[in-house]
C-alpha cells in the first residue's frame, strides 16, 4: 500500500475489547497517536495502560540481566519492548524477552517493515495490576502460537511463576529450591527472585554472572557460534 492510499484512508480507532485479525490491528495501530500503546491478544484488542514506579525497578533489572545475557551469547537477540507479530490472532509489546533468529534455528525474523515476526522463545510479563490478563489471554495466546518459556513476574504479591512448553500446553514448572530461575530455553540466565524482588542488585548481578560460566552457557554458545559460522561464515 503506498503512502497516498494510507494517506487517504479513514483512521479507525483502536477499542478495548474490539476484535480484529493482526494485519487491521497493526494498520490502525501505526495510525493512532505515539502515545498509544496496544495489543492484540486472541484476536481481541487491549490497551496498555500506565505502568507505575514498582515496574519500572523490575523492569531496569530484568533488562539488565537479559542484556547482559545478549551480549555473552552471540546470536541471541532481544525480544522485549517492540511490537511482535506472531499470527493473525496476535500481536504484542513485551515486557522483556529473549529470542533465537531464524537462521540460527529460532522461529522468528524480522520483516520488511523492521518489525519482530513469527515466535520468540523467551518472553516476560511484569504485573502492574494486569495479572488476569497476563495469566489468563495472553498465557493463552502464548501457549497457541507455542511460545516455549513464559515468566510472570508479579508484584500483588510478590512471585515468579515459569511456564514451559510441553506437549502442546504452556505447564508452570516450580522455580528451584534455592530461589534461583534458571532457565530451561536460555542455558545459562539465572535470576534470583528474591534479589529482583528486594531490589538486591549486587545479589542479582552476582548469580547472572554465575549462570554466564556456567558449563551449560558454555555449551548453548558454542551451539550457537557453530550455527552462525555456518549461516554467515563468522563465529
Excluded: N
Excluded at 178 to 183: A, E, H, L
Amino acid at each position: 500500500m503506498s503512502t497516498v492510499d494510507r494517506a487517504r484512508m479513514p483512521c479507525w480507532p483502536l477499542v478495548p475489547g474490539q476484535r480484529l485479525d493482526q494485519r487491521t490491528f497493526h494498520e490502525r495501530y501505526e495510525a493512532t497517536t505515539p502515545e498509544t500503546r496496544a495489543e492484540l491478544i486472541g484476536g481481541i484488542v487491549y490497551l496498555t495502560p500506565p505502568h507505575r514506579d514498582a515496574h519500572g525497578q523490575i523492569l531496569m533489572a530484568l533488562t539488565y540481566c537479559l542484556g547482559t545475557y545478549q551480549w555473552k551469547t552471540k546470536g541471541v537477540e532481544g525480544a522485549g519492548r517492540v511490537t511482535i507479530k506472531m499470527d493473525d490472532l496476535c500481536e504484542v509489546e513485551p515486557d522483556c524477552g529473549l529470542r533465537i533468529p531464524r537462521e540460527l534455528g529460532g522461529r522468528s525474523w524480522v520483516d520488511e517493515d523492521g518489525y519482530v515476526s513469527g515466535i520468540p522463545e523467551l518472553l516476560i510479563e511484569i504485573d502492574d495490576y494486569s495479572r488476569e490478563i497476563d495469566l489468563g489471554p495472553r498465557k493463552a495466546d502464548y501457549e497457541r502460537v507455542g511460545v516455549r518459556e513464559y515468566v510472570f513476574v508479579g508484584l500483588h504479591p510478590q512471585e515468579l511463576r515459569r511456564f514451559v512448553q510441553r506437549d502442546g500446553q504452556l505447564a508452570e514448572l516450580p522455580c528451584d529450591e534455592d530461589g534461583v530461575f534458571r532457565s530451561r530455553v536460555f542455558p545459562g540466565l539465572w535470576l534470583d527472585i528474591p534479589a529482583l524482588h528486594t531490589d538486591d542488585l549486587s545479589r542479582l548481578v552476582e548469580v547472572a554472572e554465575q549462570g554466564l560460566a556456567s558449563p551449560a552457557h558454555a555449551k548453548f554458545a558454542a551451539r550457537l557460534a557453530k550455527k552462525r559460522q555456518g549461516s554467515d561464515g563468522t563465529v
